[in-house]
T-cell receptor, first 114, second 114 residues
Framework: DGGITQSPKYLFRKEGQNVTLSCEQNLNHDAMYWYRQDPGQGLRLIYYSQIVNDFQKGDIAEGYSVSREKKESFPLTVTSAQKNPTAFYLC?????????????FGQGTRLTVV | AQSVTQLDSQVPVFEEAPVELRCNYSSSVSVYLFWYVQYPNQGLQLLLKYLSGSTLVKGINGFEAEFNKSQTSFHLRKPSVHISDTAEYFCAVSDSTGGFKTIFGAGTRLFVKA
């Protein structure tokens, strides 16, 4: 079955630690995205990528980094510079088309700082 | 710039009653509109989308939405809800100038009571 796989489902981070969230898709989509979800705030865009080896900052990129070395993979690193990282993180992908494009989402990773 | 406002953060309703979840958007150009549903601790899945043509759009699980350009609205409706419809619902918009980025509303939590 085609889809997006995020791992792990739950992740615990200690203060000052970097952690990497995995996102893999087998939909052959060019575009991939990372969103952060906090209660009552909807989804906020962290980073997005249109093509391998290229990515752009979204609305809340500070404290995060990404890479796009393969079309299928778009890992997100939450660095120690992110002051409030506890949240639900969603990865998505879509075809590359201006407007009108459905996004396909993974099941999410819940990150908690302990 | 695009924006999306979901007018109700929570909507409680009894089983088999009708429901309407309200969404207003702002954009200076032609828009594409979406409703997504999110069940607890899961990713989002597409309910329905409006790209062009008929303003009444039918989606999965018996939901439908009507695009109203003059009122810049895209309200989601279902004539008779089930307990299983309890979830969070997100309205989203993209337009022809925003590339493939989609802006999400803050979400409406639908709670269906027996």
């Amino acid at each position: 079955d085609g889809g997006i796989t995020q791992s792990p489902k739950y992740l615990f981070r200690k203060e000052g630690q970097n952690v990497t969230l995995s996102c893999e898709q087998n939909l052959n989509h060019d575009a991939m995205y990372w969103y952060r979800q906090d209660p009552g705030q909807g989804l906020r865009l962290i980073y997005y990528s249109q093509i391998v080896n290229d990515f752009q900052k979204g609305d809340i990129a500070e404290g995060y980094s990404v890479s796009r070395e393969k079309k299928e993979s778009f890992p997100l690193t939450v660095t120690s510079a992110q002051k409030n990282p506890t949240a639900f993180y969603l990865c998505a992908s879509s075809i590359l088309k201006t407007g009108g494009t459905e996004a396909f989402f993974g099941q999410g990773t819940r990150l908690t700082v302990v | 710039a695009q924006s999306v406002t979901q007018l109700d953060s929570q909507v409680p309703v009894f089983e088999e009653a009708p429901v309407e979840l309200r969404c207003n958007y702002s954009s200076s150009v032609s828009v594409y509109l979406f409703w997504y549903v999110q069940y607890p601790n899961q990713g989002l899945q597409l309910l329905l989308k409006y790209l062009s043509g008929s303003t009444l759009v039918k989606g999965i699980n018996g939901f439908e939405a009507e695009f109203n350009k003059s009122q810049t609205s895209f309200h989601l409706r279902k004539p008779s809800v089930h307990i299983s419809d309890t979830a969070e619902y997100f309205c989203a918009v993209s337009d022809s100038t925003g590339g493939f980025k989609t802006i999400f509303g803050a979400g409406t939590r639908l709670f269906v009571k027996a």
